[in-house]
């Protein structure tokens, strides 16, 4: 399946992606830098890009939903998405945290504020894997002769297969 909202022949989701992507790993690096340093300007920039970065994200989900609505009932893709979806939405929400608490002294923000962003970081790795799964193994938003129900990447089978008997889980 095609991506069902798109701008110039492009998914928008995927256009969007990258920004809180890169906003918010990178918010994390310079609380790392920071950390290091010993700087509290760092955090106070990390405090920005965790801003930019859920909105962003926010951003990105409207047009998610709208593709992942889209993806055909009882696939493998379906239920791939909604995993990456709802890990996304724990992403942005441990980002939430994260802001929230630094907002009082964005210079100092508490260890639990960093401890959200290096949590959220780490399963945005998974959530990213599972999108990578979504789009590169089983065509979904990018071809329209998708195989929603293609096994696993990490399975060494092609893609074009449909795995025979009970339904493969995510």
Same mark, same amino acid.
């Given at each position: 399946? /095609?991506?069902? *909202?798109?701008? +110039?022949?492009?998914?928008?989701?995927?256009?969007?992606?990258? +920004? %809180?992507?890169?906003?918010?790993?990178?918010?994390?690096?310079?609380?790392?830098?920071?950390?290091?340093?010993?700087? #509290?300007? &760092? +955090?106070?920039?990390?405090?920005?890009?965790?801003?930019?970065?859920?909105?962003?994200?926010?951003?990105? #989900?409207?047009?998610? =939903?709208?593709?992942?609505?889209?993806? %055909?009932?009882?696939?493998?893709?379906?239920?791939?998405?909604? &995993?990456?979806?709802?890990?996304?939405?724990?992403?942005?929400?441990?980002?939430?945290?994260?802001?929230?608490?630094?907002? $009082?002294? $964005? /210079?100092?923000? %508490?260890?639990?504020?960093?401890?959200?962003?290096?949590?959220?970081? *780490?399963?945005? =790795?998974?959530?990213?894997?599972?999108?990578?799964?979504?789009?590169?193994? =089983?065509?979904?938003?990018?071809?329209?002769?998708?195989?929603?129900?293609?096994?696993?990447? =990490?399975?060494?089978? $092609?893609?074009? /297969?449909?795995?025979?008997? %009970?339904?493969?889980?995510?």
């Amino acid at each position: 399946m /095609e991506s069902k *909202a798109r701008l +110039f022949g492009h998914p928008i989701h995927t256009m969007l992606i990258v +920004f %809180p992507l890169g906003l918010l790993a990178t918010a994390v690096a310079f609380d790392i830098v920071g950390l290091v340093r010993g700087d #509290a300007e &760092w +955090f106070r920039i990390s405090f920005w890009m965790i801003a930019a970065g859920i909105i962003g994200g926010l951003l990105a #989900a409207i047009f998610g =939903l709208a593709d992942w609505v889209a993806i %055909p009932s009882d696939t493998r893709a379906q239920r791939i998405g909604l &995993w990456h979806g709802a890990g996304n939405v724990l992403v942005v929400l441990l980002f939430v945290v994260s802001w929230f608490l630094r907002r $009082p002294a $964005p /210079e100092n923000p %508490p260890t639990v504020a960093f401890v959200s962003s290096f949590v959220a970081v *780490a399963l945005a =790795l998974v959530t990213g894997w599972l999108g990578g799964e979504l789009v590169f193994r =089983l065509g979904i938003g990018v071809d329209k002769d998708a195989n929603a129900d293609a096994p696993s990447s =990490l399975s060494g089978g $092609p893609a074009k /297969e449909t795995p025979r008997g %009970p339904k493969l889980a995510a």
